[in-house]
């Protein structure tokens, strides 16, 4: 299954919970006052609410996570048996003078062969954590730019590709900016995020004690040392995602004023018909003068940023490198870093490979016209066709007949989630065909009856 079906349906989920416990007309409402700016001192009352504990452990319940153990061994199994008057008791108990336990890090691999670190928190740390997120996503939420894609309800991945490819083929910004930050999550300065929550309006002064302790909660290493984290998100956590867009907000709002809202005062706002803002008077009277046109799109830490000419993209490299370095202390990689021509190479965003090709001239214009052409990019490729082949070698080694429905089962879900996911590509179809190809000779040479194994394979791509 493709993630933006999967986060569609579990955040439709996440709406029906609220809606089952009462909470959604209070979601409600703490956004349309963090819309009217005001500020919130009161939050705990909400957070330590029965109705919203109890929707906290219903989301977190379907999670996997909640099986997974940390240091302290419990689990949600542990948990479930026990009666709900006293559950709510024993969260509020651990609100009132929470000091979080030990994070349990562990080493994901990558395909590259290096690791990704991960912090496996306590259930009742993540339970915490849910509850502090139901409460302040809605007032985030008001204050997200929207060309911000990840980790944020309704919003996923293929939106992200969609906003890229409008940029080339309706505004003609063929020159890519890629800055790259060096372990984003580890590096995320705790003053500074402090400081954000508390700009975001976000003052109840025991919620900011929790959270500044949730930061600095000590990390069990994979050879039994413990660190005391000075800077960085916990990645596993559930707060993680949120704070992470809460700490690049300020960079997505800085470029956007840069050109998208910048306000131009000779200029009376108009809308159109859908009640959107039509900023082409402001546009024509922006080109007149010497701002550079840039629009960012942003999923995580993954981002691009989209102009005209080379001139303008170099200039804004730089200040977007300074401006990071600067203001929120990351380190940039100078290696991953660059600035790309669409016209002539490709700019790989989310899986997907960016190219701007000819296709005829504009009627208006009369100038050559460009439209963006996507591909699954290479390293994506190689990523699933490793996953598959690992599916086909448990298929190969299945000790009986269920084993190898599930089996099937699981490979074909793969394919599906693949398909599901990579299919919004222009060229998805060419891209899957020898990889295709070459899944169904590996089942092929691997199972006794290879000559069913294409039923399963990526050769039903496109």
């Not at 995320?188 to 309006?201: A, E, F, I, S």
């Not at 009986?400 to 793969?414: P, V």
């Amino acid at each position: 299954m493709n993630k933006h079906s999967v986060g569609k349906r579990l955040k439709d989920k996440n709406i029906r919970n609220s809606e089952y416990y009462s909470m959604t007309e209070t979601f409600d409402n703490l956004y349309q006052r963090a819309k009217n700016k005001e500020n919130f001192r009161q939050l705990m009352k909400i957070i330590v609410s029965e109705k919203n504990i109890l929707l906290a452990y219903r989301n977190i319940k379907r999670n996997k996570g909640s099986r997974t153990p940390s240091v302290d061994k419990i689990t949600i199994k542990t948990v479930e048996k026990m009666s709900q008057e006293s559950f709510v008791k024993s969260v509020k108990r651990r609100f009132r003078n929470y000091t979080p336990g030990k994070v349990r890090r562990k080493e994901i691999p990558k395909i590259n062969g290096k690791t990704r670190p991960l912090g496996i928190p306590s259930f009742w740390d993540r339970l915490i954590q849910q509850c502090i997120l139901q409460v302040l996503e809605p007032i985030c939420e008001a204050h997200f730019c929207p060309r911000s894609y990840g980790f944020r309800p309704n919003r996923s991945a293929e939106q992200a590709i969609a906003d890229s490819v409008r940029k080339i083929n309706r505004q003609d910004l063929t020159f890519v900016i890629d800055v790259d930050i060096k372990g984003f999550f580890d590096e995320v300065n705790h003053v500074k995020l402090m400081r954000q929550l508390w700009t975001l309006g976000i003052r109840d002064k025991q919620l900011l004690v929790i959270i500044r302790k949730i930061l600095k909660a000590p990390i069990i290493m994979t050879d039994g040392s413990t660190v005391y984290p000075t800077k960085g998100t916990p990645q596993g956590g559930i707060l993680s995602p949120l704070l992470a867009n809460i700490n690049l907000n300020e960079f997505d709002w800085w470029i956007s004023r840069q050109w998208e809202t910048f306000v131009v005062k000779e200029v009376t706002p108009k809308l159109t018909k859908q009640g959107a803002q039509n900023r082409s008077h402001e546009n024509v009277e922006l080109k007149k003068t010497r701002l550079k046109p840039m629009y960012i799109v942003r999923y995580a830490d993954d981002f691009k940023i989209f102009t005209n000419i080379r001139s303008n993209a170099e200039k804004i490299y730089k200040a977007c490198k300074r401006w990071l370095e600067e203001r929120l202390k990351l380190p940039i990689s100078e290696e991953k870093s660059k600035v790309t021509n669409l016209k002539r190479e490709r700019s790989e965003f989310l899986g997907f490979t960016l190219k701007a090709t000819k296709k005829g001239k504009r009627l208006s214009t009369g100038k050559t016209k460009y439209v963006a052409e996507t591909h699954v990019s290479p390293k994506a490729i190689k990523i699933q066709i490793a996953k598959l082949t690992d599916q086909i070698k448990k298929l190969q080694k299945s000790a009986s007949h269920q084993e190898i429905i599930r089996n099937i089962g699981k490979y074909n879900s793969m394919v599906i989630g693949a398909h599901n996911y990579y299919c919004i590509a222009t060229h998805v179809s060419r891209d899957f065909h020898w990889p295709g190809r070459n899944l169904t000779r590996k089942m092929y040479n691997r199972l006794p009856r290879g000559s069913k194994a294409d039923t399963f394979g990526f050769s039903r791509v496109g």
